[in-house]
């Protein structure tokens, strides 16, 4: 009996010691961030109930002067209904062509391509010269809407009545109007950008530069229908790690309404304080990442005095610090010795009971001879 509870105690700790010689433990260190004259991934996932694609835009700036407007590199957008199902809106996608460069394509969600080459003007006659009705030099042709608000903007001219623009009746601007507060948007993708501090933002409204300034074209929309409520769906800088928590993802916001007292649009502040972290996985490979912790604030638009963008501003951080992770599980050597002391040690304890027991019961059997017994 000793000697079969003796084997399958043994059995029961080699295969916990294996189980913790198979577990793989992470360690972690700080030191000072030294890298240098790397980019950072930014990684957006969100999802906006209330604004259309059309009307919604990324622009990503930072302190070096970088800026980049209406991002749509390798950023895609989705049409979405109230249920959150894509709806007939297209899908951008970045195509490397076999010189290396890269290429737009529009797809529907029926799978079929759309043609991007010019598709605002490629119906018109070559020799079409829309008017830029008094905006610009003499000569100048304004053939889409686009060019007509940059003509307007030039000029120092307010952009007033679409509706009566031919170029932005055609191209539907003036629908884009009517869209305010009507469908939404799942806009996700990465952009690459200098590891500095900077920031992203979700705006409505044509971005622009205007006196070393940035400004937003909302001139013909009514600002408080701008419903800026959204979900981030995942917001992370570099690649993921194993255990890695991101403190926004799954985060909810939602704008309240005039009826509940509060303002009906506003602008979203997330501040961001990234932690560069490397990670040594068991295997050698080296996975250069960050965390970051955040903090928000919701401030709702001064219609009155006619401040305040609506939308959702994010304005990252980089802390002079750096966490490094290291995998690591116990050496073969070193499970080897524990399985050897398990042996040795199970049976020590197993002769020491078995001594006792053996013992015990002679001394019961010479007095059971003896009659002593009882």
């Known amino acids: 009996m000793i000697s079969i509870v003796s084997a399958v105690f043994i059995v029961f700790l080699i295969i916990s010691e294996f189980s913790l010689y198979r577990t793989v ?10 890298s240098t004259g790397e980019k950072l991934q930014i990684n957006v996932d969100f999802t906006f109930p209330h604004m259309p694609c059309s009307l919604l835009s990324l622009d990503v700036m ?28 297209i899908e951008k996608h970045e195509l490397h062509d076999k010189n290396g460069g890269t290429k737009q394509e529009l797809v529907d969600k029926d799978g079929k391509v759309v043609d991007l080459t010019n598709a605002t003007t490629k119906h018109l006659d070559k020799e079409y010269c829309g008017s830029c009705y008094g ?16 003509a307007y903007r030039g000029a120092g001219w ?27 948007c799942h806009m996700y993708g990465h952009v690459e950008v200098n590891k500095v501090a900077g920031n992203f933002h979700f705006a409505p409204g044509k971005s622009f530069q205007q006196s070393h300034m940035h400004v937003h074209d909302l ?15 995942q917001l992370s800088f570099g690649p993921r790690y194993p255990g890695m928590k991101n403190p926004l993802d799954g985060k909810i916001q939602t704008v309240g309404t005039e009826a509940d007292g509060m303002p009906s649009s506003g602008m ?79 049976f020590t304890v197993a002769g020491i009971v078995d001594k006792m027991v053996y013992r015990g019961t002679e001394v019961i059997r010479k007095k059971m001879e003896l009659g002593k017994l009882g």
């Open 25 to 34: 433990e992470s360690v972690d260190k700080l030191s000072v961030d030294v």
């Open 62 to 89: 930072d302190v070096s002067g970088e800026q980049h407007l209406d991002v749509d590199h390798n950023v895609f957008k989705k049409n979405i209904d109230s249920e959150g199902k894509q709806i007939g809106a």
């Open 135 to 150: 905006a610009g030099p003499k000569g100048t042709c304004c053939n889409t809407c686009d060019a007509v608000r940059n």
């Open 158 to 184: 307010a952009f007033t009545d679409p509706g009566g623009i031919e170029q932005c009746i055609r191209e539907g601007f003036v629908e884009q109007i009517k869209q305010v507060g009507q469908g939404g």
């Open 219 to 233: 001139m013909n929309f009514d600002v408080s229908k701008f419903n800026v409520s959204h979900t981030v769906n």
């Open 268 to 346: 979203f502040q997330y501040f961001v304080k990234i932690v560069p972290t490397t990670y040594n996985k068991v295997n050698s490979e080296v996975l250069a990442t960050n965390q970051y912790s955040v903090t928000y604030h919701y401030r709702g638009l001064d219609q009155a005095a006619g401040r305040g963008l609506p939308g959702v501003f994010v304005f990252y951080d980089l802390s002079p610090i750096m966490c490094t992770f290291t995998e690591s599980h116990p050496s073969l050597t070193t499970f080897l010795t524990s399985v050897c002391a398990i042996v040795g040690g199970v």
